[in-house]
């Protein structure tokens, strides 16, 4: 009964209901507009870690990890106008990477608001368009109900980012109500229906490909997918950054279908005649700038499952649309009566995978596709592997061969949104959630020192990630742009860069310099046995832009075409 509960400050109310959604680690940087919920999360420092950042844009990115690492809400607590602005790119990230995020944000007291107060911001208006869901909770009593609201409107459908703002005087003020029991996100299933078609179709089909990518999967999907494939003998290929989601040692595995795409895997999205799309999007980076597949009809049969009904006929329309979360539609998918078996066309395509992940030689001394090959080779199966945006990434989704789900959870974190300074973060957060697993960024020299801060934050809370810093001196990905358009005329793509080692070594890290292969696996390994955070810089040769392409090249074919 209501009479019966004591009376708590809003900020103890919204910490108790974080907890009760089982949030373990939350991720911020503090600011006055909150104080209560600092205050409420004192309380519960054995049952939710609160991970204090040094810049908001790396908590976000360690939010949006936390989510494609366990599935649930990452939870990001910053400030007012400043903490709001600094911590979006997160957010954006977690929207276009269907990441189920919950951001708390401090607003002015219902007192002062519409005065344009102090960092007074419309969040309505501002995160509108990057989140799922955006509002504001102006009374104590119903923080369990908005929070509650928060998680499902977060994990329902398409997953996403969701705003909630903290008016001050709100959060200061007492309420005596109960905690919400913790969300259970609703479940999509295929209709018997669709599965009778879906049987026919996959029944007539002679070269199918699977297509799988997005957020919401789990391991148990993974691994039926997995026996699934097994049993069909199906190619299966991976969206964009989402290349941990089959093991892509197993002899089903196409490759990914993404940046830097294999000609032969195009051609092969092409001339499927059924393309089965579990869980992607089929967006920019996925369709080769929407050209393998026709807008807005495909050539190929299309068989699009997804989770957010309103992604279906967004850009294509399918043969057979089909809304159903993962786990739902792959355990369908078993139980279907299939005699086919595709094991011919899979060999042919596996071996063209194998050909194209083999490292090509590289001008310089550092042969940084054997290093990406040796770690392949090297890491434990369950090491977790980051990185953020550059051309430095091309050799790491080519070279890398994903071991698949492992203990649960991902082995892969990388943003399909293509934004720079996400390494870091992502591995900080993942070395805190799983301590016992080898934690690899991967950044390049632009990429890494736009988070590069967030080293301290893995030190304050002794999260011994390894960094590999590959360093071109330059903002090499719009250097090869700018080489291909304005040949000859470089500007505003070169970098002075610090002494890489000596900037780990001043956060209490471990720094390593690399400039031949033969030196990179045992300052790997020591970067590793040394217990602290560590950066490997590698330094390569300029020439080499692409796993296959040289600047000289680039700027020699540009030029000959004017
Ligand atoms: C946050 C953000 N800012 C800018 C860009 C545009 N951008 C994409 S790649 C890139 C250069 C990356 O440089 P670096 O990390 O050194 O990698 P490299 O391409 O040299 O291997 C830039 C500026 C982006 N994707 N994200
Ligand atoms: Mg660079």
Request: charged share 20%.
């Amino acid at each position: 009964m209501k009479s019966d509960l004591k009376a708590r400050h809003g900020g103890k109310i919204l910490a108790d209901a974080l907890a009760g959604h089982g949030v373990r680690a939350a991720f911020g940087v503090p600011g006055e507009s909150f104080l209560p919920v600092l205050d409420g999360l004192h309380d519960l420092k054995e049952r939710l870690k609160f991970v204090i950042c040094r810049q908001e844009g790396g908590a976000s990115y360690m939010a949006e990890a936390y989510a494609k690492l366990t599935g649930e809400p990452g939870v990001l607590f910053v400030t007012r106008g400043p903490g709001a602005t600094n911590g979006s790119v997160g957010v954006h990230t977690a929207f276009q990477d269907s990441s189920p995020m919950l951001v708390l944000v401090g607003q002015v007291g219902n007192d002062f608001v519409e005065r344009e107060a102090f960092q007074e911001i419309d969040y309505r208006r501002m995160y509108g368009p990057l989140t799922k869901w955006v509002s504001q909770i102006d009374r104590a009593e119903r923080i369990p109900e908005y929070v509650s609201h928060a998680f499902h409107v977060a994990t329902s459908g398409r997953p996403g980012p969701v705003l909630l703002a903290l008016p001050e005087d709100m959060l200061f003020s007492e309420a005596a109500v109960a905690d919400a029991p913790c969300y259970r996100a609703p479940k999509a299933a295929p209709a018997p229906a669709d599965l009778q078609e879906l049987e026919r179709l996959l029944g007539a089909a002679k070269n199918p490909l699977v297509l799988v990518g997005g957020g919401g999967w789990t391991s148990r999907a993974i691994e039926a997918l997995r026996a699934w494939a097994e049993r069909t003998g199906v190619p299966v290929a991976a969206s964009f950054r989402c290349q941990d989601y089959f093991d892509n040692r197993h002899a089903c595995y196409a490759g990914d279908v993404g940046i830097g795409l294999n000609p032969k895997l195009a051609q092969r999205v092409k001339e499927a005649d059924l393309l089965l799309v579990i869980g992607a999007r089929l967006g920019e980076m996925t369709t080769s700038g929407y050209t393998l597949l026709e807008v807005p009809v495909p050539r190929q049969k299309l068989v699009h499952v997804h989770a957010g009904a309103e992604e279906l006929g967004r850009v294509y329309q399918a043969t057979l649309p089909i809304v159903s979360n993962y786990e739902e539609f792959v355990l369908a998918l078993s139980s279907l009566n299939l005699h086919s078996n595709w094991n011919e066309n899979t060999k042919d395509i596996h071996r063209s995978y194998l050909e194209w992940n083999k490292p090509v030689p590289m001008p310089g001394a550092l042969h940084y596709g054997e290093v990406i090959a040796w770690l392949s080779d090297n890491l434990p199966e369950d090491a977790i592997v980051t990185n953020g945006a550059g051309n430095f990434a091309s050799w790491l989704h080519r070279h890398f061969r994903y071991k698949g789900w492992r203990g649960g959870a991902r082995t892969q974190l990388a943003p399909t949104s293509g934004s720079m300074g996400y390494s870091v973060p992502a591995a900080v957060a993942a070395k805190i959630l799983h301590p016992r697993r080898t934690v690899v960024a991967i950044a390049g020299d632009g990429e890494f020192l736009m988070n590069g801060q967030e080293l301290a934050t893995a030190a304050q809370y002794g999260a011994p990630i390894v960094v590999l810093v590959v360093n071109n001196g330059m903002y090499g990905t719009i250097r090869m742009h700018q080489e291909r358009e304005f040949p000859a005329r470089v500007s505003g793509t070169e970098l002075k860069n610090p002494d890489f080692a000596a900037y780990a070594r001043a956060f209490g890290g471990h720094g390593e310099t690399v400039e031949r292969t033969a030196e990179f696996a045992p300052a790997f390994e020591r970067a590793v046995a040394s217990g602290k955070p560590a950066v490997v810089e590698l330094r390569i040769d300029p020439e080499a832009i692409t796993p296959t392409a040289t600047l000289s090249g680039l700027r020699a074919a540009a030029l000959r075409k004017r």
